[in-house]
């Protein structure tokens, strides 16, 4: 137990806790008391609540001797002795107070213990971070100020840079472009050094994974560049950055970052098994993978579906899915894969599943990447067939300009990380 101190504001005397009965409250020397207060030195949180302290008069001694003990007996029967025998009540709300304080000065907050983060964010991401602070009271949005000078480098200002120490700080980022990366890179730098007790990136898409092996020499991998960059992040007072990233292209990845840095790997899977679930022949459902690939990443996810494997073979000069193993006759069938640029393959699985007897074909990626609005490819079946199109195509918004581009067009859903994000950050 901590050490526990009561201070008259009278004249400043120090009462101490002498003994295991929270009611009972020694005074070291007896001035003439009119009031007290309670003030409390503890370096842990404390739930008690104590109703009332009898204080009794003492000798200014070390200890308590048996006599003392007597006459502090009679004391404390004699209710018109001087005063010296007082019921000193104890609010509640002090040691609340007391709680609450402590609990802020750790980025704690009032509900249930949750972490208090706040959040940033770049110029693409305020709408899914408005949605990340709509899902936890615990998340405090915080802005920074995006301008360029005239020579087209990055002017950046973090807003209230003072207010943020001591606290938990993540950043919301997107690098899209290479022409983003920079001006974010620069913040994600800066947050660190500005003494707050931890820092968390969420990185949902990492845009380098596709681009993560050589197949000849001479090309680079520019995903070990990007992770190494990340990796070199400076390390905050509560020690390395958290990196939170959804659905890497390669599980091999993970191993590119190095240790001043903690990287968590989040999936935007659960996502698509919630909206599969909601879905009126959701018993009708079986997952299609477009390579080995996408199995590997995803097949333990979706275990409890029927599933079926795509391979893509070469002949001549030209590449072609064929179907490896399952059966789609009948199904409503769900192509499911990381992300999706031009969309080419996907079309090519919806061909075969639906040249095998498929009743539908929808498709899901976390990752709707689609460079030059390739999204304009895809069609939706309008309940005609699968032949003609998809029933749905699920994206998340990890890409947040391609998100804003298809909300609203048939066969497009985004389904929101936010929830994921939310509950990452508290991590």
């Given amino acids: 137990m901590g050490p526990f101190s009561f201070t008259s504001e009278y004249n400043n005397t120090v009462f101490s806790k002498c003994s295991t009965d929270f009611t009972k409250w020694e005074i070291q ?3 003439q008391l009119k009031q007290c207060r309670p003030t409390i030195n503890v370096d842990y949180t ?15 001694t070390t200890a308590a001797s048996p006599e003392d003990s007597t006459n502090s007996n009679k004391l404390r029967t004699d209710q018109n002795n001087a005063g010296i025998t007082m019921a000193i009540p104890v609010a509640a709300t002090a040691l609340d107070a007391t709680r609450t304080e402590s609990n802020e000065m750790m980025g704690i907050a009032a509900d249930g213990g949750k972490k208090k983060v706040c959040l940033f964010y770049s110029s693409e991401t305020e709408d899914l971070a408005r949605r990340i602070a709509a899902e936890s009271d615990a998340v405090e949005l915080r802005s920074i100020t995006w301008r360029k000078f005239a020579d087209g480098f990055p002017n950046l200002f973090i807003s209230n840079a003072y207010g943020i120490r001591g606290h938990h700080v993540a950043f919301l980022a997107s690098f899209s472009s290479p022409s983003v990366i920079f001006e974010q890179l620069s913040v994600i730098y800066a947050m660190p050094k500005m003494f707050i007790s931890s820092f968390t990136l969420v990185l949902p898409f990492f845009p380098t994974g596709s681009v993560e092996r050589m197949e000849e020499e001479g090309d680079v991998a520019t995903a070990f560049t990007l992770a190494r960059i990340l990796s070199n992040i400076p390390m905050s007072r509560g020690g390395p950055t958290s990196l939170v990233i ?15 840095v903690l990287p968590c790997f989040e999936s935007g899977v659960p996502l698509l098994k919630h909206r599969l679930h909601q879905l009126p022949d959701s018993d009708n459902i079986t997952i ?5 690939g996408a199995w590997k990443r995803f097949h333990k996810q979706l275990q409890h579906f029927p599933t079926i494997i795509c391979t893509k073979v070469r002949e001549g000069n030209k590449r072609f899915v064929r179907l490896k193993e399952g059966d789609p006759a009948g199904r409503h069938v769900v192509i499911v894969d990381d992300l999706v640029q031009s969309g080419s393959t996907l079309i090519e699985c919806q061909k075969v599943l639906a040249a095998h007897g498929a009743k539908k074909i929808s498709a899901y990626v976390t ?7 390739s999204w304009e490819r895809f069609q939706h079946d309008n309940g005609v067939g699968p032949e003609n199109g998809f029933a749905y195509f699920w994206i998340t918004d990890s890409c947040p300009l391609t998100a804003k581009e298809v909300v609203g067009r048939f066969p497009f859903e985004v389904l929101s990380l936010a929830g994921p994000i939310a509950a990452a950050l508290q991590v």
């Fill in 29 to 31: 020397k007896l001035p």
């Fill in 46 to 60: 404390l739930r008690i609540r104590p109703i009332s302290l009898s204080c009794k008069a003492l000798p200014h």
């Fill in 246 to 260: 959804f659905d890497i292209h390669a599980l091999q990845e993970r191993f590119y970052f190095g240790d001043n």
């Fill in 288 to 292: 299609a993978f477009p390579d080995d």
């Fill in 367 to 373: 990752h709707g990447v689609f460079p030059e609005r």
